[in-house]
């Protein structure tokens, strides 16, 4: 029963499960792990601790299940304070900036956010980001936490030549998010902001119980939501404000676990599984994000280009697996006797009660409507394609 | 406290002994660290089991395990109630959430198995 037949390691969010994953919370190999400010909170709450990204962090608290539907249903707390927080600051920061993402931050207005990705000259993502505009000249670039050492180092040197610097900040910096339909009533208390004022990828500075905050509304569950910057060391003081605060609504503590399953409802790619050096963004749907019509020379454009006007060679597709089993990360897919390509997340998706997964097949097998088989321990298992997202609030 | 009267596996199964037959599970330590179960697989009923060979599949959210199974023998009953309720090995491992039973093969294979002391202090050093 101890053998895990997937490797964590392959999923890196989702870690939990057997016993021997779980046994770096106690001793071990926890001392080479970063911990957040809130460690010692998590901790308390009876957290199970696994590494993820080089830190050690809470993947549950009472359970995936619970937690995933108090984010559906109420709201929850998350400790992301593993996150890479880099900031670019100067006169050329909107251009410099938009030569080395794909994105064109120049575009956003002062408090506005857009998702981004940094790619290598070959169209590879290195990683995807979240770019906020904080000043005319100032922008706050967040980065995954197994990928923010090498974004900071790849970011400092397309700065290069510009007149912006990089002030790296993520181990100076506590990360918070309250996340479902009742952050925002939980949260407006406790801030001077309007929060009703503060619109989808916005961001705006306040003070939160008293601590000065950067306060963005974006998220990584597919539901309304705020994530808070703060000093590290207050990182503990607006946990627990928050969690006072919340407490009424029925705000819990939520790990990387119950954020795994969100995302994955919500048809968010995870850096590891649907993105990789490997893929580009055209591959993973995201076409979109790459601005290649933006002025000036970025990393990546002609590789891109190449690849806007040729089309992928893969697709990523949304499955429900409509026969018996749980297509997981790595599981192949069958077109027919035919390989097609490769489950990137799956699980049982708690708020459909069915098993979903991510997979990337060939372009022409991934039609919504197509059927599908995942190989579950070898054995097909039927699935078919559907558009993503899985699951998508109802804004009323 | 694990039930005195059951024998288990270093892989954290569970088996209780009636007359010929096994009924097998897994322990509530087992259901605790796996989290909350969405899945299992079993076999069916007539097949063979192998002691301490793989008989089946419990997956949670993230994790998915083998299951081994702790006395040789053929399946003659399987709990069908886990294809709608998984959640049963989580709130009542050692009762409701059981998975086969088997007629044992070689009862001498139970004095392989660890009794509730040894399996009791396996866990506390896990």
Redesign the interface.
Known sequence: MTKPLTEPVTEPATAAGPPAATSVAAEGPAEQLHQTALIDVHRALGARLIEFGGWLMPVQYTGILDEHRAVRERAGLFDLSHMGELYVEGEDAGDALAAALVSDPRTLAVGRAQYSMICATDGGVIDDLIVYRLGPERFLVVANAGNATIVSDELASRLGGWRAVLDDRSLATSLVAIQGPRAAEVLGPLTDLDLSALRYYAIAEGQVAGIPALVARTGYTGEDGFELFVDWARGAEIWTALASAGEGAGVIACGLGARDTLRLEAGMPLYGNELDRETNPFDAGLGRVVKLDKPGDFVGRDALARIANEGPDKRLVGLVVTGRGIARHGYPVDAGERRTGVVTSGTQSPTLAKPIAMAYVAPDDGEPGTILAVEVREQPVSAEVVPLPFYKRSTT | MVPSDLRY?K???WVRVEGETATIG?TDF?AG????V??V?LPVVGRSVDQFATFG????????????APVSGEVVDVNGNLATKPELVNSDPFGEGWMIRVEIGDAAQLGELLDAAAYEKLTAE?
């Open positions: 596996t892989d954290h199964e897994v087992a660290q796996l989290g909350d969405v899945f697989d599949v419990v997956e949670s959210v993230k994790a998915v395990s083998d299951l081994y896990a």
